[in-house]
């Protein structure tokens, strides 16, 4: 292991990074915002989410300054309802790296399964895998996870909308986005199974759940690695837009995207921080993710080096 | 050639009964069907006439067939939120939309292929690696983000443009038009460009890597060596090659549309068909989400069969037998 | 028939050298070449890949790609100095003086357009002409190529060609205006040995019937006795020798070119290996110090190594070797 981190510090890719200040600088930012995000109930001020703790008084309070009546201040204001800005911003981005992540490993595991038995088991299986797939792709990702929230809201009985909602959001992105895992492990799948080593581990009359597991599987991670994390960054972007619509994490646990949707409403009004804030942090991190993502690109593209 | 029309058309065909299943099983099993189509007003005797005449106790398939063919007469039933019967509502709000769609695609494919052109013709220089940056930039936002800072600017800041709305719009016949006033031309302006922005990115880009490819070939070479002028072998030679898989990647585009449509319209508050189906969702009105995802599976497979098919027209490489060569 | 009554050639190169400023080095893949070509001669420039050949032709025609520069000697078209032109006048050259030839007719040809557009679109560009009076002389190109049918076959796609007939397309395309110097860069390189022969010697019509100066380049010593009179052979840049055909096949003076020559499948017929020149000609960052054959050569002495060869006179029937063979070795 240490001698793998070695080697891996020694590399080329290393070093590409380290003269890169555009690389430096956008893995900088995203580690500094998962970080933040990853701690907040330590870092943040205030909880937001404990009616308690919250003051209405505090209501529109501007950045920096004490608040006329409590006395109370807050570094990036404060909302409609007296929470701190900048405790909503940092579990606004908890709720958001949570829903991507989980989104992703979600749509992981269902291509990858899908992928390995359509590769491995072929015929009608393979066809019906691959023909959903296929009218599934001539739809945009977020066009299928604002249905499924749709459906799932028609039937979920209404008090328990709030609670569900993160979760069907979870499902409603990782189910738009499970094709991708399944194409490239279906491929590389139908790759393997003509090796050697799989047709020895049939004639020893291993069960195929069993060679598609411990043989197969290894070999397609890969590419799916590649995969999954470029898929991260779309599934976080596509969070915030789905909760900016309405359609995402409820005002009760609000994600970037519903802060921003809720600061829209007073940007005639002149609470102005209620909606730079949270858009300048979203910003920062769909900046960086995708720089990163694009330098990663060309790192490792063999072609043009 | 005739043999892959009708293989594509087939292909349609099925893309539209599937997502016709889908979009009927939301409505018998979500909701009652029944007041899908009466509203909540109806009485007894109209919720009883109904329930024979929609078979409730035929066979699914049976009722599949039904709900299909009253879709295709362009009888989607009636919305729970308004009572009105859907398809009158749908028509009321696909000038917006479409207006909209149109003005910011003709806004993205001009500005994306003469940027990706003059990126790719000056390959360095100040101007390019700023548009290159800021194209970056373009591609990475999220588009209601890129709205939402636009309002800041030109509306609240600047007080030049409306923030929400159409503007006053003028009827012609069935149709609303904003362009024809004033204020429908303002109000235009910021939704198209942020709608249209990430496809102008996306295309220029394109449009330049390809024409970088394109100016590198042997034919470009050889038409430098016959001594044509610069502006011929850009335009002439190189442009049409460029065009010909960027034209593709444009009907394809369409996707794009139709979702960052449903994202800007709720930005902006324009009346059209995607913050119609965002309010359905919201209300859980199952009818007007039924009839949406109709209409759209059905523009989709139309337009992907038109490109495909044009496609053949462009390339006469294609004319032989467009699933062998070069697919 | 006397120097001084000879027509002064088409294409005289006196001395040209081109530079590529590399970070490392500057790189002279052309050093000092002189050769002339005449109306009505075909003029063979043959060398392994990479010994400079085409970027002769390159300069002479303008399109030497940055940062591949002209740093000395002189190129004169008729006369006249081109080295020195404005781009624009050299582009205004290039098709209506100048014609070119590329190695492969499949990509020399753009795709979309029919042949017809890109015959008539070249003769717009340099001459003034009527729609019709261009497409009759596009028709008539085509025809004087040896394109069957060329009335219905003007509004082909290339693609719908087999690949001798593309070639005789660009062979076509390149004299659409008349020049009066053709640079061919390897046309025949590409196509089957079959197809080969009648290219050549429709090449060879074509440049006895228009008396135009064609500059052949290529690195297969066969196309230069079937095509050329006149030889120009070039190593690591530099010209080795240069005569007329006959005399250098039969009596090469360069040990260089002697080796090429036995390595030639013709020349060892029946055998089982053929005959090959030790070792490998020198990347341009690696020129050896004197004459840049030295260390592959069973002649050199001690002042190969230390000068360079001398440079050779364009008319001289000479090898620019220190021990130069002497007839019949």
């Not at chain 1, 080697?7 to 290393?14: K, M, V």
């Not at chain 1, 328990?160 to 991708?180: E, F, K, N, P, T």
């Not at chain 3, 009759?136 to 190109?141: L, N, Q």
């Amino acid at each position: 292991m240490r001698a793998r981190i070695a080697t891996a510090l020694d590399s080329d890719f290393a070093y590409r990074f380290s003269r890169s200040p555009l690389a430096i600088v956008s893995v900088t930012v995203l580690l500094s915002l998962v970080l933040a995000a990853v701690f907040a109930p330590w870092i943040a001020p205030q909880d937001p989410f404990d009616p308690g703790a919250l003051n209405l008084m505090n209501g529109f309070s501007p950045p920096g300054e004490a608040n006329a009546f409590t006395g109370d201040s807050f570094w990036l204001g404060a909302d409609e309802q007296g929470r701190d800005v900048f405790s909503t911003i940092l579990h606004g981005m908890r709720i958001s790296l949570f829903v991507g992540v989980f989104a992703v490993l979600f749509a992981l595991v269902l291509g990858v399964t899908l992928g390995l038995l359509a590769g491995y088991l072929g015929g009608w299986v393979e066809a019906v895998i691959m023909r959903v797939a296929d009218v599934q792709l001539t739809f945009p990702s977020i066009l299928i996870a604002i249905l499924i929230f749709g459906i799932a809201k028609g039937a979920i009985p209404v008090e328990h909308r709030d609670q569900m909602a993160i979760w069907v959001l979870i499902i409603a992105i990782g189910l738009s986005d499970w094709v991708q895992f399944a194409r490239v492990v279906r491929g590389a799948t139908l790759v393997e199974k003509g090796k050697e080593y799989v047709q020895a581990a049939q004639m020893v009359g291993r069960r195929p759940g069993g060679i598609m597991l411990r043989h197969i599987l290894p070999n397609v991670l890969s590419p799916v690695l590649v995969i999954a994390t470029i898929s991260l960054a779309l599934a976080i972007i596509a969070e915030a837009t789905l909760s900016f619509l309405g359609v995402g994490a409820p005002p009760t646990q609000p994600s970037l995207g519903t802060l921003i949707r809720i600061g829209q409403g007073y940007l005639f009004s002149g609470e102005w921080w209620i909606l730079l804030f949270p858009s300048l942090t979203l910003l920062a991190l769909a900046l960086s993710v995708n720089l990163l993502g694009d330098w990663l690109r060309d790192a490792l593209n063999p072609r043009l080096k | 050639m005739l043999a892959y029309i009708l293989r594509r058309l087939f292909q349609s065909v099925i893309v539209l009964l599937a997502v016709g299943l889908v979009a009927f099983a939301m409505f018998r099993f979500l909701g009652d069907p029944v007041d899908n189509l009466l509203g909540q007003e109806a009485t007894q005797e109209d919720i009883d006439r109904l329930r024979g005449e929609l078979g409730l106790d035929r066979s699914l398939p049976a009722q599949y067939f039904g709900f299909m063919a009253r879709a295709a007469q362009g009888d989607f039933g009636v919305s729970y939120g308004q009572g009105r019967p859907v398809v009158d509502i749908l028509l009321e709000r696909l000038p917006a939309t479409l207006e909209l769609a149109l003005v910011s695609g003709f806004f993205a494919i001009a500005i994306g292929i003469a940027l990706g052109v003059a990126t790719a013709i000056r390959r360095d220089g100040f101007v390019t690696q700023s548009v290159m940056a800021l194209s970056l930039i373009g591609v990475s936002l999220p588009t209601f983000l890129i709205g939402i800072l636009l309002i800041y600017v030109f509306s609240v800041e600047l007080g030049w443009l409306p923030s929400f709305g159409r503007g006053r719009t003028v009827e012609i016949g069935w149709w609303t038009t904003g362009l024809l006033t004033a204020s429908g031309l303002k109000a235009l302006i910021l939704p198209a460009i942020t709608l249209g922005l990430y496809q102008m990115t996306l295309i220029m880009r394109l449009v330049r890597s390809e024409m970088l490819e394109v100016l590198r070939q042997d034919y470009i070479r050889f038409a430098r060596a016959r001594g044509l002028t610069k502006r011929a072998v850009h335009f002439r030679h190189a442009l049409v090659n460029t065009l010909v898989p960027v034209t593709t990647v444009i009907g394809l585009q369409l996707g794009s549309i139709i979702a960052f449509g449903i994202v800007t319209e709720t930005v902006f508050q324009w009346p059209g068909l995607g913050l119609a189906f965002i309010n359905a969702v919201q209300f859980v009105d199952i009818p007007i989400m039924a009839a949406y995802l109709l209409l759209i599976a059905v523009m989709f497979v139309v337009i992907n069969l038109i490109v495909d098919i044009a496609y053949i027209f462009i390339d006469p490489r294609l004319r032989i037998d467009p699933q062998e060569a070069g697919a | 028939m006397s120097a001084s009554m000879r027509p002064a050639p088409v294409l005289s190169i006196r001395d040209l050298t081109v530079e590529i400023p590399t970070r490392r080095a500057v790189l002279r893949p052309v050093d000092g070449v002189t050769y002339d070509i005449r109306a009505g001669e075909i003029l063979g420039v043959v060398g392994e890949s990479g010994a400079g050949k085409s970027m002769a032709g390159n300069a002479v025609s303008g399109l030497l790609d940055p940062p591949a520069r002209i740093a000395g000697g002189e190129i004169r078209l008729q006369g006249e100095r081109i080295d020195t032109l404005p781009p624009d006048a050299i582009r205004r050259l290039r098709g209506s003086e100048i014609g070119m030839i590329f190695q492969d007719p499949g990509s020399s040809l753009n795709p979309l357009l029919k042949i017809g557009d890109q015959l008539t679109e070249t003769m717009h560009t340099h001459l003034t002409l009527t729609r019709r009076e261009a497409r009759a002389r596009a028709v008539a190109a085509l025809e004087e190529v040896g394109i069957p049918a060329a009335a219905e076959r003007i509004d082909s796609y290339p693609h719908e060609f087999s690949g001798g007939m593309r070639q005789r397309v660009v062979i076509a395309l390149a004299l659409a205006a008349e020049p009066s110097l053709v640079i061919a860069d390897e046309p025949t390189t590409a196509l089957d040995v079959s197809v080969q022969a009648q290219i050549i010697a429709l090449l060879k019509r074509l440049c006895r019937e228009r008396g135009m100066a064609v500059m052949l380049i290529t690195h297969d010593i066969g196309v230069i006795v079937q095509a050329a009179d006149h030889v120009a052979v070039m190593y690591a840049g530099r010209l080795a020798e240069i005569g007329a055909v006959r005399n250098v096949i039969r009596a090469p003076r360069h040990p260089y070119t002697a080796g090429l020559l036995a390595s030639a499948p013709a020349s060892s017929p029946g055998a089982r290996r053929l005959r090959q020149i030790p070792g490998a000609m020198p990347g341009l960052g690696a020129l050896p110090a004197g004459c840049a054959f030295h260390p592959r050569c069973e002649r050199a002495g001690p002042r190969c190594t230390a000068d360079p060869a001398p440079t050779l006179a364009a008319e001289a029937g000479r090898a620019a070797c220190w021990h130069p063979l002497e007839g019949g070795a």
